[in-house]
C-alpha cells in the first residue's frame, strides 16, 4: 500500500527531494555556480522522469482530497518538461544575482512542485494551498533580478495582484461551499450543475475562476502580465509564461467541467472573456517596442484562444485546449529560449536588437522564425494544429462567429509577429555586432524544439488521443 | 501497394529542402545543384504520371491513403484527376524553370532555395491532397514563405508589397479554415475527407454558407476583384523566380481551392452565387485591363494583366458548364506557363538595364533579341493568338461565358480587346521604336539562360498546337463534376 502510494506521489517527491537538495546548497557563503546548474538540470531531468514514471498511475490519496488520473499526469509531464527547458537555458544565468543562483533554483522548484500538486488537487482548500505555494515562488522569483529597480516594480505589482487575486478567489470558493455544503469537487460536481442557474453558485464560480484567470493573465485580470514579464530576468519570465500558463488551464479545465456545461450565462461570459482577450492583446501587441512586452500581451490573445476550447465544455473542446497548452508551452518557450539565449548579459530586449541576427546565428533566428509563425497559427507548426483543435472544438457547438472572430485574430496578430521575423531577418544590424556563440547542447536544444514543433503539428495523432482519454477520464471519472 | 508517385514528386523538394538545410551557407554551387536536381527529378516523375495517366476512366487515379488521426478523422490523402493533374504539370514546370532562372542569383542563396522548395512542397501538396486538413497545412505552406521571399529578395517597395501580400491571403485562409470546420461538423461524418464529404452531400443552407467563405477565401488567392489589389504589388516587389512561381501557380492555387474545395463540397451553392462569381469575375477581367492601360512599369503591366486573366478563369468556373471549367482549368494552365515566360524575360531584362519602366526601355528588339523574342511570345499568348495554349482555353471559357451570361461574356470579350490593346502597345513602345543608348550594350540572355525560357515557351506551342493533350486531360476530371450542378 505504502509503495502504491509512493508511486502516485512519485513526481511531486522528486521535486520535494529536488528542493530539499537545492536548499542545502543555498547555505554556503561562496556558492559554485557550476556545480549548482549541474545539479538543477540533473534534478529537472530526474522530475522529467518522474512525471514520465507517474504517467498510468490512478488513485486517491490524503482522504481523497488528492486526485491522480491520467489527466494529471499529462500535464505534471508539461510542467516538468517546462521546467527541465527552463533550467536548460539558465546556464551562467547573467540575469540572476550570483549569490542567489540555487535560491533561484530552489524557488523554481517549489513552484513546480506548487503546480503540480495545484493540478492534482480535487479540494478546494487543498487547491488553494497548492496554488499559494506555486504564486509565492514565483513572487520571490521575480524580483531576484540583477541590476535596476525594474524587478522590484514588478515583484510589487506581482505580489499585490496576485493576493488580490487569491483574495477574491477564496471568496469565491466560500460562496461555492457556502451552496454545496463541501469542498470536494466530487460533491460539488454532484450539485453544482442543479443550482448553477442560481446568483450566489454563478458568482463563487466566476470569482474562483478568476484566480486562474489572473494566472493565465485573461483580460481583464492581465495588467500584471507586461510589467512583470518586463521586470523579471528573461528566464523566469519564460517560465512564467510557459508552466504557469499549463498550470491554470488544467485547473480552469477542472472547474469549468464542474458545472456539467448546464449554463449558458456561464458560458456567455467566458466567451466575453475570450473575446476581449484575443482582441485586446492582438491589438495592444501590434505597438509593443520591447519583445517580452509583445510576447505579453500576445500571452493574453493565447489565453483567449485556450478560452475558446475550455468554454465549449466538450470532450473535443478541452482535449483541445490540453492540446493548446502544450502547444503554447512549447512556441512560447522557443521564442523565450532565443531571447535568453540573445541577451547574452541578461538584458532586456527591444525588437529593434534583433536586427541581423540571421547572420549572427542561422540557427537562433530560424527557431525564432519557427516559433513566431508557430505562435501566429501558420502550418505545419504545433500553433497551428492547437488552433485548429480549439476553432473545431467550438465549431462542433455551433460557435461560427467565435471561430471567425478567432481566426480574424490570428490575422491581425500575424502582423506583430511578423514585424519581429522582419527585425530578425530582414533588418541589418546598424553596428557590426559579433556572431552569437551557441553551445553545443544548446545548439540540440533548439533543433530538438524546432523538430517538436513540427512533428506535433503534422503529426497531432498521439498527443491529441492522450488528451482524450485524460479529459474523458476527467469528466466522466467522477 | 504501388509506388506512391505523388508523395515522390511531392517530396522531392521536401528532400532538397533537408538536404540545402544541412549544406554550409558558403557552398552556393552545392544548393543550386540540389535544388535543380530535386526541381527536376519531380519534373521527371509528373511528366511520367501525365504520360501513363489514363484519361478515359473517370475519377481518381494514383490514390494513396492512410489514416493519419483517428480521433478526427484526417486523412493522408493524396489523388489526382484530370482537374489536379494539368496544375501539377504546371508546378512542376514552372518550379524547374524558376530555379534555372535563378542561377546567378548571389545573395543569401542557401535561404533563398530552402524556401522556395518549401514553398513548392506546399502547391504540389495542395494540388494533390483529398484530405481539407492537408489541403489548408499545404495552402498555408506556400503561403507564408511569400513573406520572407519578397521581402529579403524583392524589389520596388519590397517589405510594403510583401506585408499586405502575407496579411491579405492570410486573411482569405482565415475564411477557409472555418469554411472547413463548418462542413465537417454539417456533413455529420467526422471525415476531413474531401470525397467523402462531396459524396455524401451536404443540406442547401450549408453549401450556401460555406460556398461564400471559399469563394471569397480562395478568391483572394486567385485575384477575384475586388481583393486582387496585394497581386500586382506583389508581382512587382517580388525576385523573378518567386514572381514566376507566384503569378504562374500560386494564384491558381486560388482557384483552384474554389474549385475543389467550394464547388465540389457546394455545387448547389454555385448555383445560387454563380451570378455575383460571374460578375466580379467580369468586372475583374476588365478593370484589370482598363487599370493595365495606365501602367509604365512592365512588371505591373503583367499584374494586372494577371487579374485580368484570372478573371477569366473565374468567369469560366461560374459558367459550370462542362466547356466553361474546362476552359478555366486549361486557362489556369496556360496562363501559368504565359505568365512565367512573361516574368522571367523581364526578369532578364531588369537585371541587365536595372529598370524595368517601358518610358525608359525602348529599341529592346535589337539589344536582346532573345529576351524580347520569350517577352513577346508571351504577349501574343496573352492576347490569345491561335495555335497559342491560352488560345483555347480563352475561347472555351468565352463561347460559355457568352451562352450562360450573354452581357457579362460581351463585357469580357471588350475587356479582352482593350487587354490586346495595351500588350501591343507595351511591346511596341518596349522593344521597337527608338533605342535607349544607355542600355544599348546590355548584354542578351546567355545561351544557358534561354533553356528554362524555351521551355515554358515550347509548352505554350505544344498545347496550343495540339490542345487535345490537356484537353482530354481535364475533360475526364470536370465531367463528373459539372453533373452535381444540373
Known amino acids: 500500500m505504502i509503495a502504491r502510494d509512493f508511486m502516485l506521489f512519485l513526481p511531486e517527491l522528486t521535486y520535494l527531494v529536488a528542493a530539499l537538495i537545492l536548499f542545502f546548497m543555498c547555505l554556503p557563503q561562496k556558492a559554485d555556480h557550476k556545480a549548482i546548474y549541474a545539479v538543477a538540470l540533473a534534478l529537472a531531468g530526474l522530475g522529467v522522469a518522474g512525471a514520465l514514471l507517474g504517467m498510468g498511475q490512478e488513485g486517491h490519496l490524503f482522504f481523497d482530497a488528492y486526485q491522480v488520473d491520467l489527466f494529471s499526469q499529462v500535464f505534471k509531464l508539461i510542467l516538468a518538461v517546462a521546467v527541465l527547458l527552463v533550467v536548460g537555458i539558465c546556464h551562467g544565468l547573467a540575469g540572476v544575482e550570483d549569490r542567489y543562483h540555487a535560491d533561484f533554483f530552489l524557488f523554481l522548484f517549489t513552484c513546480g512542485l506548487g503546480m503540480m500538486l495545484m493540478v492534482s488537487a480535487v479540494e478546494l482548500m487543498t487547491l488553494y494551498v497548492a496554488l499559494e505555494l506555486s504564486s509565492f515562488s514565483l513572487y520571490i522569483l521575480v524580483p531576484l533580478r540583477r541590476g535596476d529597480n525594474l524587478d522590484v516594480e514588478a515583484g510589487v505589482k506581482y505580489l499585490f495582484i496576485g493576493i488580490t487575486a487569491s483574495c477574491v478567489m477564496l471568496f469565491g470558493m466560500s460562496y461555492i461551499f457556502g451552496v454545496s455544503h463541501t469542498t470536494y469537487l466530487a460533491g460539488i460536481m454532484d450539485r453544482l450543475p442543479l443550482i448553477i442557474q442560481q446568483p450566489a453558485a454563478m458568482i463563487g464560480l466566476m470569482l474562483t475562476l478568476s484566480g486562474f484567470f489572473f494566472k493565465l493573465a485573461v483580460f481583464p485580470f492581465h495588467f500584471w502580465a507586461p510589467d512583470v514579464y518586463q521586470g523579471a530576468a528573461n528566464q523566469v519570465a519564460a517560465f512564467i509564461a510557459t508552466a504557469s500558463k499549463a498550470a491554470a488551464v488544467a485547473l480552469l479545465i477542472r472547474l469549468t467541467a464542474l458545472t456539467g456545461g448546464t449554463s449558458l450565462y456561464f458560458i456567455d461570459v467566458l466567451m466575453v472573456l475570450c473575446v476581449a482577450s484575443m482582441t485586446l492583446g492582438n491589438l495592444v501587441a501590434i505597438v509593443q517596442k520591447g519583445i517580452k512586452r509583445m510576447l505579453a500581451y500576445s500571452s493574453v490573445a493565447h489565453a483567449g484562444y485556450v478560452l475558446m476550447g475550455i468554454l465549449t465544455m466538450s470532450e473535443l473542446g478541452y482535449s483541445a485546449a490540453v492540446f493548446y497548452s502544450m502547444a503554447y508551452m512549447l512556441m512560447n518557450f522557443a521564442a523565450f529560449g532565443v531571447v535568453v539565449m540573445v541577451a547574452t548579459s541578461g538584458q532586456n530586449l527591444a525588437i529593434s536588437d534583433l536586427a541581423g541576427l540571421h547572420k549572427r546565428s542561422p540557427l537562433l533566428a530560424l527557431t525564432l522564425m519557427i516559433a513566431l509563425f508557430s505562435l501566429a497559427g501558420i502550418p505545419p507548426t504545433v500553433g497551428f494544429t492547437g488552433k485548429f483543435l480549439v476553432f473545431a472544438g467550438a465549431m462542433q457547438q455551433g460557435y461560427f462567429w467565435l471561430v471567425l472572430v478567432g481566426m480574424i485574430n490570428a490575422t491581425i496578430s500575424l502582423y506583430y509577429y511578423l514585424m519581429v521575423i522582419k527585425a530578425a531577418y530582414l533588418s541589418e544590424s546598424p553596428a557590426e555586432l559579433p556572431p552569437l556563440v551557441v553551445s553545443m547542447p544548446l545548439r540540440l536544444l533548439n533543433y530538438l524544439l524546432i523538430a517538436a514543433m513540427v512533428y506535433f503539428g503534422v503529426c497531432p495523432g498521439g498527443f491529441l488521443d492522450l488528451a482524450q482519454a485524460a479529459v474523458r477520464g476527467m469528466m466522466g471519472g467522477d | ?486
Open chain 2, 1 to 486: 501497394m504501388s509506388f506512391p508517385i505523388l508523395s515522390a514528386i511531392m517530396l522531392s523538394p521536401g528532400l532538397g529542402l533537408l538536404a540545402v538545410l544541412f549544406l554550409p551557407r558558403e557552398n552556393k554551387r552545392a544548393v543550386r545543384w540540389i535544388s535543380l536536381l530535386s526541381a527536376g527529378l519531380s519534373l521527371a516523375l509528373t511528366l511520367y504520371a501525365y504520360a501513363v495517366f489514363d484519361t478515359t476512366a473517370k475519377g481518381l487515379q494514383f490514390v494513396e491513403r492512410v489514416l493519419w488521426v483517428k480521433s478526427l478523422g484526417i486523412y493522408y490523402f493524396l489523388a489526382v484527376d484530370g482537374i489536379s493533374l494539368p496544375l501539377v504539370l504546371l508546378t512542376s514546370i514552372v518550379f524547374f524553370t524558376g530555379v534555372w532562372t535563378m542561377w546567378d542569383l548571389e545573395k543569401r542563396v542557401k535561404e533563398f532555395f530552402a524556401l522556395m522548395l518549401l514553398m513548392v512542397l506546399g502547391v504540389y501538396g495542395v494540388f494533390m491532397a483529398l484530405d481539407l486538413f492537408f489541403l489548408f497545412v499545404f495552402y498555408d505552406v506556400s503561403l507564408f514563405p511569400m513573406y520572407p521571399l519578397i521581402a529579403i529578395w524583392g524589389s520596388t517597395r519590397k517589405e510594403y508589397g510583401a506585408l499586405k501580400l502575407t496579411l491579405y491571403l492570410l486573411a482569405g485562409s482565415a475564411l477557409v479554415l472555418p469554411g472547413i470546420l463548418y462542413v465537417y461538423f454539417q456533413s455529420g461524418l467526422f471525415s476531413f475527407d474531401l470525397m467523402e464529404i462531396a459524396a455524401a452531400g451536404l443540406p442547401p443552407s450549408v453549401q450556401s454558407l460555406g460556398f461564400l467563405l471559399f469563394l471569397f477565401g480562395f478568391g483572394v488567392l486567385a485575384g477575384l476583384w475586388p481583393f486582387h489589389t496585394w497581386s500586382p504589388v506583389g508581382h512587382v516587389a517580388a525576385p523573378t523566380a518567386v514572381s514566376m512561381i507566384h503569378a504562374g501557380v500560386l494564384m491558381k492555387l486560388g482557384a483552384y481551392g474554389v474549385l475543389r474545395v467550394g464547388m465540389f463540397l457546394c455545387p448547389q451553392g454555385l448555383v445560387e452565387w454563380s451570378p455575383l462569381m460571374a460578375t466580379l469575375a467580369t468586372v475583374g477581367i476588365v478593370y484589370g485591363a482598363l487599370v493595365g492601360l495606365a501602367q509604365t512599369d512592365l512588371k505591373y503591366v503583367i499584374g494586372y494583366s494577371s487579374v485580368s486573366h484570372m478573371g477569366l478563369v473565374s468567369l469560366g468556373l461560374a459558367t459550370g458548364t462542362l466547356g466553361g471549367v474546362d476552359g478555366a482549368v486549361f486557362q489556369m494552365f496556360a496562363h501559368g506557363i504565359m505568365t512565367a515566360l512573361f516574368f522571367s524575360s523581364v526578369g532578364h531584362i531588369y537585371d541587365r538595364t536595372h529598370t524595368k519602366l517601358i518610358p525608359e526601355l525602348g529599341g529592346m528588339a535589337k539589344v536582346m533579341p532573345r529576351a524580347s523574342f520569350f517577352f513577346i511570345l508571351a504577349a501574343l499568348a496573352g492576347i490569345g493568338v491561335p495555335c497559342l495554349a491560352s488560345f483555347w482555353a480563352e475561347l472555351l471559357v468565352f463561347i460559355n461565358g457568352f451562352q450562360v451570361y450573354p452581357a457579362l461574356g460581351t463585357a469580357a470579350v471588350l475587356g479582352l480587346v482593350v487587354s490586346a490593346l495595351f500588350m501591343l502597345r507595351v511591346v511596341q513602345r518596349t522593344f521597337y521604336g527608338e533605342k535607349n543608348q544607355k542600355y544599348a550594350a546590355a548584354p542578351d540572355m546567355s545561351a544557358v539562360m534561354v533553356i528554362p525560357r524555351a521551355l515554358l515557351a515550347g509548352a505554350i506551342l505544344l498545347f496550343g498546337l495540339l490542345p487535345r493533350l490537356m484537353l482530354d486531360t481535364i475533360q475526364s476530371g470536370v465531367a463528373p463534376l459539372v453533373e452535381l450542378f444540373k
